[in-house]
């Protein structure tokens, strides 16, 4: 059975940094590109990053690139989302993802969720 | 924000046939040849309901469809059933090898 375990969120005030972790299990991790997309509260999904299988190609969204940075880590399954400066817009649930391989990222698996709040 | 458009809510009666509209500028979203639709119940994470436009993944109705013209994607749901009562987000590849979610739309099943 695939699962996806997110864990490193909580509370931190605006200009900070956070490192979110997501544990991977019942795949083949290296095969598969891994993604993070995040959901307000209340609102709608946003698409944040997105990693290769090898880790060789990273690509982020407009709103994060230059702040977060994407990275994985095939021997212990893993993928990490560091977030720094953050901004009170950066609040949501983010959400680890895995990629249908040979899509454009596109999704079939999620989990449930890190909280990550941006207050002072 | 968001560069895809949709209603914030389409309601529909058991057995009918919705459709949920999805529209941005196609310049920016590869003419919309990759767009994907999610559903999402409350509390839960969402699911992929078809993907490249009209496609469904395996284990999903033939009661959802999808389809493009010009600059706009759409869902449809058939025979409208309770359990279809969800959150729909469209989804589009986008530039610089990015993926851009719509707005979101409440289906409510009256």
């Known amino acids: 059975e695939v699962q996806l375990v997110e864990s490193g969120g909580g509370v931190v005030r605006p200009g900070g940094s956070l490192r979110l972790s997501c544990a991977a299990s019942?795949?083949?991790?290296?095969?598969?590109?891994m993604s993070w997309v995040r959901q307000s509260p209340g609102n709608g999904l946003e698409w944040v990053s997105g990693?290769?299988?090898?880790?060789?190609?990273?690509t982020y969204g407009d709103s994060v690139r230059g702040r977060f940075i994407i990275s994985r880590d095939n021997a212990k399954n893993s993928q990490y989302l560091q977030m720094n400066s953050l901004r009170p817009e950066d609040t949501a649930l983010y959400y680890c993802?895995?990629?249908?391989?040979?899509?454009?990222?596109?999704?079939?698996?999620w989990g449930q969720g890190a909280l990550v709040t941006v207050s002072s | 924000h968001s560069a895809l458009t949709q209603p914030a809510s389409v309601s529909g009666s058991p057995g009918q046939s919705i459709t949920i509209s999805c529209t941005g500028n196609t310049n920016d979203m590869h003419s919309f040849a990759y767009v994907s639709w999610y559903q999402q119940h409350p509390g839960k994470a969402p699911t992929l309901v078809i993907f490249?436009?009209?496609n469904r993944p395996s284990g999903v109705s033939s009661r959802f469809s999808g389809s493009k013209s010009g600059n706009t994607a759409s869902l449809t749901i058939s025979g409208l059933q309770a359990e279809d009562e969800a959150d729909y987000f469209c989804s589009s590849y986008a530039a610089r090898d990015t993926r851009v979610f719509g707005t979101g739309t409440q289906v409510f099943v009256l």
């Open positions: 990693i290769s299988g090898n880790g060789g190609s990273r």
């Open positions: 993802v895995r990629v249908i391989i040979g899509s454009l990222w596109d999704f079939d698996y």
């Open positions: 019942g795949f083949t991790f290296e095969h598969y590109p």
């Open positions: 490249d436009v009209n």
